[in-house]
């Protein structure tokens, strides 16, 4: 399980220095990634709870970019492709592979937070204008956060990114 792990963070890192740097990701990287972390979540919950917790990240996630696009094709005034000019398609493959990463709960509140400190961190540092023109590189970000929430689960066993008996608990809902 070390190796699998060390080879995620191998592959995020990848994904990290792309992204800043180029604002963009390989495309072969995805299906990696993605096999790298199905792997190491079957190892856990067996093949049907990984599915299980997968379907239902990814259903919330078909949701979000369906009012997405319902809120800026309201604003442009006519049917909108996110994807042209709103939401890069590398950023909606990391969000989807991160699917098999999290429980479902883990998932939407690393979705949330995450959306929330790029945010904060990109009003407040601001983004460099490049050849690329002016991209916030989001699967980069997030693909950092993901490492560091990595690093700490691995020091602190209280915290289980496939889990979410510790969320509950801490909601006051668990036993």
């Not at 590398?90 to 509140?109: A, E, K, P, R, T």
Request: net charge positive; charged share 5%; aromatic share 18%.
């Amino acid at each position: 399980m070390f190796l699998l792990q060390g080879a995620i963070f191998m592959v995020l890192a990848g994904m990290v220095y792309q992204d800043f740097k180029y604002r963009g990701i390989y495309w072969w990287m995805f299906p990696i990634l993605f096999l790298l972390m199905t792997t190491a979540t079957v190892q856990v919950l067996g093949f049907s709870g990984t599915v299980a917790q997968a379907g239902k990240s990814i259903l919330f996630l078909a949701l979000q970019f369906a009012v997405l696009t319902g809120y800026i094709s309201i604003k442009q005034k006519k049917l909108t492709n996110i994807f042209d000019g709103f939401f890069g398609l590398g950023d909606l493959l990391f969000l989807v592979v991160l699917c098999v990463g999290f429980s479902f709960l883990n998932y939407v509140l690393f979705y949330l937070l995450s959306l929330m400190f790029i945010i904060l961190f990109t009003a407040i540092f601001g983004y460099q204008s490049t050849a690329h023109g002016k991209k916030i590189p989001l699967a980069g970000y997030q693909a950092l956060l993901f490492m560091i929430l990595m690093a700490i689960s691995w020091f602190t066993p209280a915290i289980n990114l496939l889990s979410d008996d510790h969320l509950i608990n801490l909601l006051g809902y668990g036993n």
